[in-house]
């Protein structure tokens, strides 16, 4: 299976998207996390892909693109994937439709979460993550066992850089010009479901769950 989950900054994909891929054995790929990640690891994609990323303007797709896709190339992306964050321009859209053809699959559903603005800023400030895997947790809304440390792996939680100040307004801003065109690709193709994501974690997931589940259904 082939999922994609849109959402503005702080909506819950990571969140959401994470507790899928342990649920239905598909691999997580957040196109923002592997930015992270390559500027972790100082390498040249991280270090030019990183301006971009603290003003909260989208990466160009020629560096995206080649980078999303070679992650759903990977043996490890065989049984499916959860895409968070990827697409986000049109011309992304269409490079992953063409490659998952070449691949014999193509998108399932496309889940789109909607948060409002005051929940999204809410999320944003109190969001850090774990150094060792990026696991994501809220300081008020979702807090770890011991704080500061991740539950799961014992290593330190870190805000992201663009989770303050100018960026987190610009990368709001960029969304909602972004979604416009996603949206419209695949609610022609009829693979577009609207999740209400002001609820709980728990209730998203059960809601995101009733849709695979019909659309499991009548397949
Ligand atoms: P990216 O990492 O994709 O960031 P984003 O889209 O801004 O989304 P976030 O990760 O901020 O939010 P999320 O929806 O994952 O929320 P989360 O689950 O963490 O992209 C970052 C940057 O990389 C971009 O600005 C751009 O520069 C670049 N980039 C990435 N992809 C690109 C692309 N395709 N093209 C070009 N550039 C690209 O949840 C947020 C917080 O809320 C957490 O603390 C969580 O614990 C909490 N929470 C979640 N759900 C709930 C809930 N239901 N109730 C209460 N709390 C909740
Ligand atoms: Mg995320």
Do not use: W
């Not at 819950?12 to 500027?39: M, N, P, Y």
């Not at 809410?122 to 991740?150: K, M, Q, S, T």
Request: proline share 3%; with cysteine.
């Amino acid at each position: 299976m082939d999922i994609i989950l849109i959402g503005a900054p702080g909506a819950g994909k990571g969140t959401q998207a994470e507790k899928l891929s342990q649920l239905f054995g598909i691999r997580h790929v957040a196109s923002g996390d592997l930015f992270h990640k390559a500027f972790e690891e100082q390498t040249e994609l991280g270090l030019k892909a990183r301006m971009y990323v603290d003003l909260g303007e989208l990466v160009p797709d020629e560096m995206t693109i080649p980078l999303a896709l070679r992650h759903i190339e990977e043996p490890e992306s065989t049984h499916g994937v959860v895409l968070d964050g990827f697409p986000r321009t049109l011309a992304q859209a269409l490079a992953l439709d063409a490659e998952l053809q070449q691949l014999n699959r193509q998108i399932d559903l496309v889940i789109s979460l909607k948060v409002s603005h005051g929940e999204l800023l809410r999320r944003l400030a109190g969001r850090v993550f774990c150094r060792a895997n990026a696991h994501v947790y809220h300081v008020e809304l979702h807090p770890p066992i011991v704080a500061g440390v991740c539950d799961l792996d014992g290593s330190q939680l870190y805000q992201r850089s663009d989770d303050t100040g100018e960026a987190v307004r610009r990368r709001l801003v960029y969304f909602f010009y972004e979604a416009n065109q996603i949206v419209g690709h695949y609610k022609k193709q009829n693979k577009l479901r609207e999740v209400d994501g002001n609820q709980s974690i728990d209730q998203v997931q059960a809601m995101i769950l009733s849709e695979i589940n019909d659309y499991l259904g009548r397949k």
